[in-house]
């Protein structure tokens, strides 16, 4: 029998992500808080969409989620019309959105006292990456229940990978985003020093990212910030959010985090400009400001 799927959020990220289930073969239906864009989905790829979350959920052997926060994901799981009202047991909820590890742990409560399976599963790699197919995905949960979703996982994933208990996806996804701060400030940092310097940006990349120096923002980033261009997707409103879960979770374990402090201070400063709805990249613009 085909799994039968319930996707909730079609933003940038889950747009495509349940155009991959589709088309990988999953039986899916969506939800979305805009019902026209649930609408849109449903019409482009000849799918079903629901008018709630509950009856997108209501008899799916998985939910999926990709919306905001910790208060969205709460608003479509818990209440009268949320997935958990119309999940079955033995379904199993996997929740896409970075959020909190004591929501991922809260979540993982009450699914289990109801019956239900539950993965914190955070993905990194973009709207790019969603469109593509090639995000990766940092899972906490049981393992039989991740070996069971890992096929649908795998229908937008590059690489999906279990990485401990309940709450541990969103833990390794608050180490993934202090790395991408940390080589977007270095990345900052060296494009103004080459510009001052005259040197041409396109050939610093193809010489550089090869070499130790190499990363995904180099390849991918440096020439558009070099442009001035800062319109790919994944905005430092959302960015901060994150952060700020990476500098709760180091108060817990007593630590000091000042690069991440210092960038999440940069966006902020970056917010206030009204900037906040562009892409991390723009992190540039902030490096000659008062932090």
């Known amino acids: 029998m085909t799994t039968s799927i319930a996707f ?40 079903q969409y629901s008018e709630t979350p509950r009856e997108a959920a209501q008899n799916r052997d998985v939910v999926a989620l990709c919306v ?20 079955k047991a033995g379904s199993t909820l ?14 993982a409560k009450a699914c289990l006292a ?10 990194s790699g973009g709207q790019a990456g969603a469109e593509n197919g090639a995000l990766t995905i940092m899972c906490g949960g049981e393992q039989a229940v991740f070996d069971n979703v890992l096929p649908i996982l795998n229908s937008y994933a590059k690489q999906a990978v279990l990485v401990g208990g309940y709450g ?29 310097s005259n ?5 610093v990349v193809s010489v550089l ?27 430092i409103d959302w960015m901060r959010k994150d952060m700020g879960f990476c500098l709760d979770e180091a108060k ?22 009204g900037l906040g709805r562009m892409d991390t990249s723009v992190l540039i613009k902030a490096f000659n400001k008062a932090v």
């Not at 088309?23 to 449903?42: E, P």
């Not at 709460?74 to 949320?82: E, P």
């Not at 109801?114 to 993905?123: K, M, Y």
């Open 199 to 203: 040197l041409d940006i396109e050939q």
């Open 168 to 196: 541990q996806g969103q833990r390794c996804k608050m180490v993934n985003q202090i790395c991408i701060a940390g080589v977007l400030q270095g990345l900052s940092e060296a494009l103004t020093l080459a510009q001052k």
């Open 94 to 107: 996997v929740d896409h959105t970075t959020t909190s590890a004591e929501l991922a742990e809260e979540l």
């Open 114 to 123: 109801q019956g239900v399976n539950f993965v914190d599963a955070p993905v």
């Open 209 to 235: 990212k090869h070499g130790a120096a190499g990363s995904w923002q180099m390849e991918n980033r440096a020439k558009t910030m070099a442009e001035d261009k800062f319109d790919f997707g994944f905005a």
């Open 8 to 47: 909730i959020g079609l933003g940038v990220m889950g747009f495509p992500m349940a155009r991959h289930l589709f088309n990988s073969g999953f039986d899916t239906t969506v939800y979305n808080r805009t019902t026209s864009k649930a609408q849109q989905w449903a019409s482009e790829f000849s799918g």
């Open 252 to 273: 817990k374990h007593d630590l000091e985090l000042p690069l991440t402090d210092a960038v999440d201070k940069r966006y902020g400063l970056l917010q206030n400009e």
């Open 68 to 87: 905001g926060n910790d208060n969205d994901v709460r608003s479509v799981v818990f209440g009268a019309d949320g997935v958990l009202a119309g999940m």
